[in-house]
Nanobody, 127 residues
Framework: HVQLVESGGGSVQAGGSQRLSCVSSRRISDCNCLGWFRQRPGKEREGVAA????????YYSDSVKGRFTISQDNDNNAVYLQMNALKPDDTAMYYCVAKDGVGCLPFVPQATGAFDYWGQGTQVTVS
């Protein structure tokens, strides 16, 4: 079982930036796929970004591409989500996720079932 602990949520003004962190109980340097999902008020959970830690291959949903960046930190066993140019529509609970198996593909933002492990979530509010 993989435990994921998120941090870094909070309130931010539109146009601002926020960085979310996720520490995994599984070694980041091992080849695995981690990512971030979010649930906006009144909407379904959706994937926003994923990273395959062997080679740092990254994937993004269209809604965040160019604004969000996912990265890995092997020394701290963490992945990060740097969020820039935030909009009120980015207000959501953000969840760190991980999956067993090889690779992240296909990365389908609607496929919540593709990931095996979920953190508790961290709230981001953009006003």
């Amino acid at each position: 079982h993989v435990q994921l602990v998120e941090s870094g949520g909070g309130s931010v003004q539109a146009g601002g930036s926020q960085r979310l962190s996720c520490v995994s109980s599984r070694r980041i340097s091992d080849c695995n796929c981690l990512g971030w999902f979010r649930q906006r008020p009144g909407k379904e959970r959706e994937g926003v970004a994923a990273i395959y830690t062997c080679g740092s291959f990254t994937y993004y949903s269209d809604s965040v591409k160019g604004r969000f960046t996912i990265s890995q930190d092997n020394d701290n066993n963490a992945v990060y989500l740097q969020m820039n140019a935030l909009k009120p529509d980015d207000t959501a609970m953000y969840y760190c996720v991980a999956k067993d198996g090889v690779g992240c593909l296909p990365f389908v933002p609607q496929a919540t079932g593709a990931f095996d492990y979920w953190g508790q979530g961290t709230q981001v509010t953009v006003s």
